[in-house]
């Protein structure tokens, strides 16, 4: 395989990590900062063991605390979300990302968007609306927006680690989980959660594997995978969860929710394949 197709797989297997957060997340009957802090107590921790086993040094300048900002925001606003709106609805509302990398790439760094770019933002958050309609809910504005910041700042971490130096990347990743667990770290003094042992277990799953492992491929991925590409193909999080629903809960996906996932997957999934050959024919 070539290198390309290596990253499309990183970012793949990325996403279906990201994607167990809703199962274990139920097992913490904590604070959600507290949860992300901790959260991001371990997967910091597992970040630096990856960096320091690939030998890989700690950097520290603006373009990585710019990386660490985005990214850290990115969990605190997300977590907010589920708290002051619906599951569903703060995942759609996180998954206007796409949207936003489009606007800042034309904005910020001057480039043009191709024609099937932006056919497959549309076919994406199209899939991903028809996958929740039957649990989208009216109201919960102020949660709805603080989930459309949290897509904003999805965007801007994409955009950020894809674009700084290579070297930089995983310390951009590492400093937005600093910024998490300084963030929730208070919550958790404040609230004295009981720290059970199925509790602590699936914090250090989710530490681990959720986010820790799941950032390192993210972070391998993007030397070969641009910062849009990440994002469409990180669309299968917000797929897998229900099926993880269903697995060990018996929630079965309606027809809307099967409809959006085909949607969604056969748009990338050409979009991949046609993308590469007219990169290449260019």
């Known amino acids: 395989m070539n290198k390309e197709r290596i990253a499309i797989i990183e970012m793949l297997t990325c996403a279906a990590l990201w994607s167990i957060a809703g199962i274990f997340i139920k097992l913490v009957p904590w604070n959600g900062f ?3 802090g901790m959260r991001s107590l371990v997967a910091g921790i597992t970040i630096y063991l990856c960096m320091r086993l690939m030998g890989i040094g700690y950097v520290l300048n603006r373009n990585t605390l710019t990386a660490g900002f985005f990214s850290g ?11 002051l709106t619906t599951a569903a609805n703060a995942i759609v509302m996180q998954f206007t990302s796409p949207v936003f990398i489009v606007i800042y790439s034309v904005l910020f760094f001057h480039k043009k968007v191709r024609k099937q770019d932006a056919a497959v933002v549309l ?4 899939g991903i609306a028809l996958f929740f309609i039957d649990q989208l809910a009216p109201g919960y504005v102020l949660g709805n927006l603080v989930g459309i910041a949290s897509g904003m700042f999805m ?15 995983f310390s951009g990743v590492l400093n937005g989980q600093i910024l998490t667990f300084l963030v929730g770290l208070p919550f958790f003094l404040a609230t004295k959660p009981a720290l059970t042992r199925t509790a602590l277990i699936a914090i250090l799953i989710l530490g681990v594997f959720q986010l820790g492992i799941s950032y390192v491929l993210y972070v391998q991925s993007t030397k070969y995978c641009p910062p849009l590409a990440c994002n469409l193909l990180g669309a299968l999080e917000p797929l897998l969860n229900p099926v993880w629903v269903f697995l060990f809960d018996g929630e079965r996906p309606g027809l809307f929710a099967l409809l959006g996932s085909v949607v969604v997957i056969v748009s990338i999934t050409l979009w991949c394949i046609f993308g590469q050959e007219r990169t290449q024919e260019a």
């Open 73 to 83: 925001c990115t969990y605190l606003c997300f977590v907010t979300a589920n708290k």
């Open 34 to 36: 507290a949860v992300a």
């Open 123 to 126: 076919c994406t958050m199209l």
């Open 155 to 169: 965007a801007g971490m994409f955009v950020t680690v894809g674009e700084i130096e290579p070297a930089e990347r």
